[in-house]
């Protein structure tokens, strides 16, 4: 699923577990925030170490979701929540989509 798709799908995530707008905008944004580790990806074209990740690795797990959000729990415990429902939302949607191979609900990548 390309940024597009996760953005849509973290709107739509958003729209449901949240009344605030802004609360809305940043699961939106960060959607696409598991890509980090492809290097032509929204985020991944910033990341200067994604050609040397594996694409859907370590990013599309459970860990991995909550490393990702690690960083904006600077900003508050809010932001960490929303950035990890977000990267969570990538891992369904991409098991939703069925480019990530897997049987989910009932096996979950931990790492
Ligand atoms: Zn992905």
Do not use: Q
Not at 3 to 9: C, E, P, Y
Not at 16 to 42: G, K, M, V, W
Not at 82 to 104: M, N, Q, Y
């Amino acid at each position: 699923m390309k940024a597009t798709g996760h953005m849509v799908f973290g709107f739509c995530l958003g729209a449901l577990i949240t009344a605030d707008p802004l609360y809305t905008i940043i699961i939106t944004a960060a959607s696409p925030l598991p890509d980090i580790d492809h290097p032509y990806s929204f985020y991944g074209k910033y990341n200067p170490a994604a050609c040397l990740m594996k694409h859907r690795g370590h990013c599309h797990s459970i860990i991995g979701s909550i490393m990702l959000a690690l960083p904006f729990i600077e900003f508050s415990i809010n932001i960490f929540a929303l950035v990890f429902i977000a990267c969570i939302g990538h891992l369904v949607a991409d098991r939703i989509s069925s480019s990530f191979p897997g049987k989910w609900p009932f096996k979950i990548k931990v790492w």
